[in-house]
């Protein structure tokens, strides 16, 4: 890999909208990771609050589980699974929900839970059963299942006998209760043999793994992050420490369970807050989400990206004496254009939390709920230490205003991604400088510690040796365009016809879902000036094109 021109110098930046702090901001709420390692505990079991108040809602008339039930069925013994060992790999393939929940939290205790999206392909069900490797499936059963959950669970399965795993069971939910499950083996599955873990407890430790996803990145197959019992905890305590939900509040999920936002930026989050957790079944569809806001119990925050965001405001436009009930929303895994922030304070009348996290270092930063919030800024480090260091293999720490990559440290940072026998190469031997890991993110900090991301170095545009970012240009573009009635401008394409002092390189800046169609719009004139007020003339686009999504 060749040495990353990271920059360094410092130059002027916009620092966009700045929310002033409340009169009830209190600073010692800021905690880091480091301050929830001290104490005698091993498991995130540990930070459960243990009360009768009712914790987890279905939206199927279910009976809500409470923390209690949660904690005390979690360490039950009818989930104890023979054969499953603390270092073996179960898979969880079925729909987000309810069951999904509270299976992660009831195996994690007792093994490595790698929950998978329900609806991959046969192949890449075959690379998943074999890379991480699974030893056990969990699988639900198919009374409940509609026609396509049901199709796709069939082709879990299968793959799973192809790949000669043993353990194959499937979970009967709970007919009474949100989130409450049986298990029993499944048809395809082996008669279940072997030794049981016995009381979860008693035997695991805060370096032992209990949840492994599969990451993106720079090598041509996903890597795997593997995730401890003290990542997940102190993770999931930062996280409740920054949105500073409580007993009041009501979480709604929208965000797939198979993934970190969802498992630990959500459900763990609003468990540590003593607040309740709505479970939104299935795939993200906007119109039940749009329900779910006039129905008990009232959401009062979620947390999603920028064109779920979207969605939900078109609807609420569209309804008729909307009353908005949400305080807090946090935005997730994708960057949220501080015009598209204003819109949404203004219009839920709520606190818009614009946040920086990834499965291997979970959370990173947030801006503070009650403190001084900066819209196009992703806050203060709110878990492990954040450091802007020059471009690898350098270890040099960027002072404000320089630019550089971010890089993370502290308990809820991965140690390092697994090798497997396909990699050529350890990829932990670029991803580590000097105990940090680095998030291949481009950003720089102001005077106050916050965080402001560029992009990834990769996917910045090269226009004539001028390197731009395309969410910058994106959110000058998006207030003044003629397209601003649309709920998000769909792509920014950049043109090179016809420029001399180089080769300009096109890539799409930030698309959104929210528009029907797949017709594509360009026109010349016009669209310059649009940004012209707030861009310089290098960096304005010579095309602006619009894709369906």
């Given at each position: 890999?060749?040495a990353?021109?990271?920059?360094?110098?410092?130059?002027?930046?916009?620092i966009g909208?700045v929310?002033?702090?409340?009169?009830?901001?209190d600073?010692?709420?800021?905690?880091?990771?480091?301050?929830f390692?001290?104490?005698?505990?091993?498991t995130f079991?540990?930070f459960?609050?243990?009360?009768?108040e009712?914790?987890?809602?279905?939206?199927?008339?279910?009976?809500p589980?409470s923390?209690k039930?949660?904690?005390?069925?979690i360490?039950?013994?009818?989930?104890?699974?023979?054969?499953m060992?603390?270092?073996?790999?179960?898979?969880?393939?079925?729909?987000t929900?309810?069951e999904?929940?509270?299976?992660y939290l009831a195996?994690?205790?007792?093994?490595?839970?790698?929950?998978?999206n329900?609806y991959?392909?046969?192949?890449?069900?075959?690379f998943?059963?074999?890379?991480?490797?699974?030893?056990?499936?969990?699988v639900?059963?198919?009374?409940?299942l509609?026609?396509?959950?049901k199709?796709?669970?069939?082709?879990a399965v299968a793959?799973?006998?192809?790949?000669?795993?043993?353990?194959?069971?499937?979970?009967?939910p709970?007919?009474?209760?949100?989130?409450l499950?049986?298990?029993?083996?499944h048809?395809?599955?082996?008669?279940?043999?072997?030794?049981?873990?016995?009381?979860?407890?008693?035997t695991v430790?805060?370096?032992?793994v209990?949840?492994?996803?599969?990451?993106?990145?720079t090598?041509?197959?996903?890597k795997?992050?593997?995730i401890?019992?003290?990542?997940?905890?102190?993770?999931?305590m930062?996280h409740?420490a920054?949105?500073?939900?409580?007993?009041?509040?009501v979480?709604?999920?929208t965000?797939?369970?198979?993934h970190?936002?969802?498992?630990?930026?959500?459900?763990?989050?609003?468990a540590?807050?003593?607040?309740?957790f709505?479970?939104?079944p299935?795939?993200?569809?906007?119109?039940?989400?749009?329900?779910?806001m006039?129905?008990?119990?009232?959401?009062?925050?979620?947390?999603?990206?920028?064109?779920?965001h979207?969605?939900?405001?078109?609807l609420?436009?569209e309804?008729?004496?909307?009353?908005?009930?949400?305080r807090?929303?946090r935005?997730?895994?994708a960057?949220?254009l501080?015009s598209?922030a204003?819109?949404m304070?203004?219009f839920?009348?709520?606190?818009v939390?614009?946040?920086?996290?990834?499965?291997e270092?979970?959370p990173?930063?947030?801006?503070?709920?009650?403190?001084?919030?900066?819209?196009?800024?992703?806050?203060?480090?709110v878990?492990?230490e954040?450091?802007?260091?020059?471009?690898?293999?350098?270890?040099?720490?960027?002072?404000?205003?320089?630019?550089?990559?971010?890089?993370?440290?502290?308990?809820?940072?991965?140690k390092?991604?697994?090798?497997?026998p396909?990699m050529?190469k350890?990829?932990?031997?670029e991803?580590f400088?000097?105990?940090?890991?680095?998030?291949?993110?481009?950003?720089?900090?102001?005077?106050?510690?916050?965080?402001?991301?560029?992009?990834?170095?990769?996917?910045?545009?090269?226009?004539?040796g001028?390197?731009?970012?395309?969410?910058?240009?994106?959110?000058?573009l998006k207030?003044?365009?003629?397209?601003?009635?649309?709920p998000?401008?769909?792509?920014?394409?950049?043109?090179?016809?016809?420029?001399k002092?180089?080769?300009?390189?096109?890539r799409k800046?930030?698309?959104e879902?929210?528009?029907k169609?797949?017709?594509?719009?360009g026109?010349?004139?016009?669209?310059?000036q649009t940004?012209?007020?707030?861009?310089?003339?290098?960096?304005?686009?010579?095309?602006?094109?619009?894709?369906?999504?």
């Open positions: 890999m060749e990353q021109d990271m920059g360094g110098a410092v130059q002027a930046h916009d909208p929310m002033p702090a409340q009169s009830c901001y600073p010692k709420a800021h905690k880091m990771a480091t301050d390692v001290g104490g005698d505990w091993k079991w540990d459960l609050p243990d009360k009768d009712p914790f987890l809602f279905s939206t199927d008339g279910r009976r589980l923390f039930e949660l904690k005390a069925f360490v039950d013994e009818k989930n104890d699974i023979p054969g060992g603390r270092e073996d790999r179960l898979c969880l393939v079925f729909p929900g309810p999904l929940a509270v299976a195996f994690a205790v007792r093994c490595t839970v790698a929950p998978l329900l991959l392909r046969a192949d890449e069900f075959d998943e059963y074999d890379d991480l490797p699974c030893k056990g499936l969990v639900q059963k198919a009374d409940g509609d026609a396509e959950d199709a796709a669970t069939t082709i793959q799973a006998r192809k790949k000669k795993i043993q353990i194959i069971l499937q979970l009967i709970s007919p009474e209760v949100a989130g499950f049986t298990i029993e083996k048809a395809a599955g082996k008669p279940l043999t072997g030794e049981k873990l016995g009381p979860p407890l008693e430790k805060r370096e032992h209990c949840l492994v996803l599969h990451t993106s990145g090598t041509k197959k996903p795997i992050v593997p401890t019992h003290e990542s997940m905890a102190t993770g999931g930062c409740a920054a949105n500073l939900l409580g007993p009041d509040d979480f709604i999920n965000m797939p369970m198979f970190i936002a969802g498992l630990m930026e959500n459900l763990l989050m609003s540590y807050s003593g607040a309740k709505i479970a939104l299935g795939q993200y569809q906007a119109h039940s989400f749009f329900a779910a006039s129905k008990e119990p009232l959401p009062t925050s979620y947390s999603a990206v920028p064109a779920h979207m969605s939900l405001m078109t609420a436009k309804a008729k004496n909307f009353e908005s009930p949400l807090v929303i935005n997730d895994s960057a949220l501080p598209l204003e819109q304070e203004e839920f009348k709520a606190t939390l614009p946040a920086y996290s990834m499965t270092a979970n990173l930063c947030s801006n503070p709920r009650f403190g001084v919030r900066k819209l196009k800024s992703v806050g203060p480090a878990g492990p954040v450091a802007v260091m020059e471009g690898w293999p350098g270890n040099k720490r960027m002072g404000p205003g320089e630019e550089g990559e971010v890089c993370v440290s502290g308990p809820c940072v991965m390092g991604y697994e090798m497997r396909h050529d350890d990829p932990n031997a991803a400088t000097d105990g940090y890991m680095r998030s291949g993110d481009k950003g720089w900090m102001d005077e106050d510690g916050y965080l402001y991301l560029i992009g990834r170095f990769k996917e910045l545009i090269n226009r004539a001028e390197k731009i970012s395309p969410f910058e240009v994106e959110d000058a207030p003044r365009c003629f397209l601003f009635a649309w998000v401008p769909a792509c920014l394409r950049w043109s090179g016809a016809g420029r002092g180089g080769r300009e390189e096109g800046g930030g698309r879902e929210g528009r169609g797949g017709r594509e719009e026109r010349k004139g016009g669209r310059k940004g012209r007020p707030r861009l310089v003339c290098q960096v304005l686009p010579s095309l602006w094109g619009s894709l369906g999504s």
